[in-house]
């Protein structure tokens, strides 16, 4: 059976653990660690089955697959002693990788210690049609995020050309350019582009487009992939976690599929 241990014990983390011990995941959750004690004993609370709460040092050599669900700072303090001790690696902060000598510097280790690295689809779908269409040539991959104003306020993008998201009556397009400027000008939706980036082709070439709605209820991205293959758009309009209100519950879904696929005999999807 595969042991698990994960770093991170807020939203994702949560929803992760529960799965397992309600054994909806094949697997055994043999170790939690948070940087906030209150936050492990909180989930500790919630779950049959208790894990362990070790330090991350520990946790790592106890385990056979340790899922991110923390930082992107975590992903940095953490990730490669994972790779390094042979073990596998799920990363939600998956905008660690804006930096891409980290990614490549984790995948080195990743070849060399005959481990692997996880990066589940997230708050966005149609990655598995992207993944499919990148095995041809690809045209055009186009995210484009539609947010309430409430979504976007303090965004840098906003605060330093001075706009007031609250202000506009109708859907309005505030950004257009490389997925690379809109992690910069947006890091809320970090997660989302670079995963998408990963899958495609890249953050220069992935276009994004920001939009304020001050009738959206949700937050939307619609994924547009032209290519060899033809053409698909996939739409995605999320509810947010209950546990962190800037988190799609789909990304904690997501998690939970990645790992039920490594541990199912069947595997549906690309
Ligand atoms: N891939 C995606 O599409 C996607 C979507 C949503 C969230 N995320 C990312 O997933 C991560 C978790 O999201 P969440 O909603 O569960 O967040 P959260 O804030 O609810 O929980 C994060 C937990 O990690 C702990 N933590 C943070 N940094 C840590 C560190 N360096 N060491 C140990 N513990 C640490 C915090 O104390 C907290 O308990 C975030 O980085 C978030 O950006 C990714």
Request: charged share 25%; hydrophobic share 40%.
């Amino acid at each position: 059976m595969l042991n698990i241990g994960v770093i991170g014990c807020g939203a994702i983390g949560k929803e992760i653990c529960r799965a397992i011990d309600s054994k909806l995941i094949e697997a055994q959750l043999v170790a939690v660690y948070d940087r906030s004690r209150d936050n492990c004993e909180r989930l500790l609370g919630e779950l049959k089955n208790k894990p362990e709460v070790l330090p991350p040092g520990d946790l790592i050599s106890r385990v056979d697959m340790v899922v991110e669900c923390a930082s992107a700072a975590a992903v940095r303090e953490y990730g490669y002693a994972v790779l390094e001790s042979g073990k596998d690696l799920m990363v939600l902060s998956a905008g660690a990788f804006t930096d891409p000598g980290l990614l490549k510097k984790f995948v080195k280790a990743a070849a060399a210690h005959n481990s692997r690295i996880y990066i589940p689809s997230g708050a966005i779908a149609g990655i598995d049609g992207l993944k499919s269409a990148s095995v041809a040539s690809i045209d055009k991959v186009m995210l484009t995020t539609t947010k309430s104003p409430e979504g976007l306020k303090g965004a840098p993008y906003v605060v330093q050309n001075s706009i007031d998201p609250g202000s506009f009556r109708e859907k309005t397009l505030l950004f257009e350019g490389s997925a690379e400027k809109a992690i910069a000008a947006f890091p809320a939706n970090v997660n989302v582009a670079v995963s998408l980036s990963l899958a495609g082709i890249g953050t220069k070439e992935t276009r994004v487009r920001v939009f304020v709605d001050p009738h959206a209820e949700r937050n939307t991205h619609e994924v547009t992939v032209e290519g060899a293959f033809g053409k698909f758009t996939c739409r995605i309009e999320n509810v947010p976690s209950p546990d962190n209100p800037k988190t799609s519950f789909l990304a904690a879904l997501s998690a939970i599929a990645t790992l039920k696929k490594l541990t199912e005999p069947l595997q549906v999807g690309t």
